[in-house]
Nanobody, 123 residues
Framework: QLQLVESGGGLVQPGGSLRLSCAAS????????IGWFRKAPGKDREGVSC????????NNADSVKGRFTISRDSATNTVYLEMNSLKFEDIGIYYC????????????????WGQGTQVTVSS
């Protein structure tokens, strides 16, 4: 059974950086698309970035382009989200989620979800 565990969230000042990790167990990333989503207070869940099973990055939100980078390490079966130049509007709980092969803009099509990690931006 696939399990996803996020880590790396925390408190950072505006302009700072964080690297989130999503460790997968029970299935290889070679078969999975992994998406990062976030839920900000009072807002709907938003797709941030996604990498399909071939390593192609899709579905980057306009609000994070040029600041966030998704990557993966097949040796450790982990997907990362490098977040730079963080802003107040990046505050939220960040989740990774998985589905078979291809990314989707519809979060309901992702079958497995991690527990989330909190990102807070504060001066």
């Amino acid at each position: 059974q696939l399990q996803l565990v996020e880590s790396g969230g925390g408190l950072v000042q505006p302009g700072g950086s964080l690297r989130l990790s999503c460790a997968a167990s029970g299935s290889s990333l070679d078969y999975l698309a992994i998406g990062w989503f976030r839920k900000a207070p009072g807002k709907d869940r938003e797709g941030v970035s996604c990498m399909n099973y071939r390593g192609l990055v899709t579905n980057n939100a306009d609000s994070v382009k040029g600041r966030f980078t998704i990557s993966r390490d097949s040796a450790t079966n982990t997907v990362y989200l490098e977040m730079n130049s963080l802003k107040f509007e990046d505050i939220g709980i960040y989740y990774c989620a998985a589905r078979w092969h291809y990314c989707s803009g519809d979060s309901s099509l992702f079958n497995s979800w991690g527990q989330g990690t909190q990102v807070t931006v504060s001066s």
